[in-house]
């Protein structure tokens, strides 16, 4: 097969902690070509989506005493072309939110790919739709209790009930931004104004969890299924576990509670073709949807001894047959 990941520029990428990284080398090591662009190299040509495609060979990266080790020169380029995408096999949409205007002027052109001959992963009209935050109130009986506004009276009232809560941008990613709130805090109405902008941008507002000391778990789910899972835990004096702001990790079962969250959700991602997702669950309770580019692979595979970006390609091929 002909496989395109857009991502964002190589070079900066962590080859022992992107998950994307991970299903290229599944990739490549079954025998796949490997082809990479970016959003500002995709076009319009008659009608049809084109864009410049480098193909890329890989080192993978080996496991050494239970770290993930990547020599220095672990990639090398190819001659770009361009490249009418419906002629490739599988694209898969994986650059980092947050979802900007480019973003979605990028999954408009995605979206004409013919279905029949290209599978895009995820869907470009559900990337589109699926707001990281916002999609999880498709699922009222698994969530924490929610609130999503700009009004400070509201958020002000909805604290004031829980007496904590935590304060999420709807474009935030890797846990910027989210904000721990208190009743009774001096500063309220300041976290408020700016994280609104004084009431012009709604932010979700979530009862907070004392069980997110224990860790943010986060469930990796491939065409509605579970395949692995991963516990961030918060670290030093920060309440996020997200392991862009040093959370640590952990190896994690699914419990019994996990499964339900898994099984509630799974029928709307496989209608809406969100075929690989990220589910963020604390104490029991599912808090987001993370369909872009969610990650966890390496961690998991170096965990629980796993290869999950193998089971992303096999599913791949097993689309295609």
């Keep these: 097969m002909k496989i395109v990941f857009i991502i964002d520029p190589i070079a900066p990428l962590d080859p022992t902690h992107d998950s994307t990284i991970a299903m290229m080398e599944a990739a490549q090591k079954r025998n796949h070509e490997v082809w990479i662009t970016t959003m500002e190299q995709l076009s319009i040509k008659a009608g049809q989506a084109w864009a410049i495609l480098t193909p890329v060979t890989l080192v993978p990266v080996t496991l050494n005493e239970g770290h993930w080790v990547a020599v220095e020169d672990w990639y090398r380029l190819g001659e770009p072309e361009l490249v009418a995408l419906n002629t490739t096999d599988a694209v898969l949409m994986r650059t980092d939110p947050p979802v900007t205007m480019p973003y979605l002027y990028t999954t408009q052109i995605l979206d004409l790919i013919d279905p029949a001959t290209t599978l895009v992963l995820n869907r470009p009209r559900s990337l589109q739709a699926a707001n990281e935050k916002l999609y999880a109130l498709n699922f009222p009986t698994v969530i924490p209790e929610t609130i999503v506004s700009s009004v400070k009276a509201v958020i002000k009232d909805f604290v004031a009930e829980q007496g904590k809560a935590v304060l999420k941008p709807l474009a935030g990613k890797a846990g910027e931004g989210i904000l721990f709130l208190a009743a009774g805090d001096r500063n309220l109405n300041s976290l408020i104004e700016i994280s609104t902008r004084w009431g012009q941008i709604p932010v979700m507002v979530q009862q907070y969890l004392p069980a997110a000391a224990e ?3 986060r469930i990796i789910m491939l065409d509605g299924e579970p395949i692995g899972a991963v516990n961030r835990i918060p670290t030093g004096s920060d309440f996020r576990g997200n392991m862009a702001v040093g959370g640590r990790v952990a190896s994690v079962p699914l419990t019994e509670r996990d499964r339900l969250i898994c099984d509630t959700v799974s029928p709307l991602l496989k209608q809406d073709g969100l075929y690989f997702v990220g589910l963020d669950v604390i104490g029991g309770y599912l808090t987001e949807v ?17 290869n999950l970006g193998n089971q992303v390609i096999e599913w791949l091929e097993q689309q295609k047959r």
């Design 215 to 217: 860790g943010d778990k």
């Design 290 to 306: 993370n369909v872009t580019s969610p990650t966890g692979i390496r961690e998991i595979d170096r965990l629980d001894g796993k």
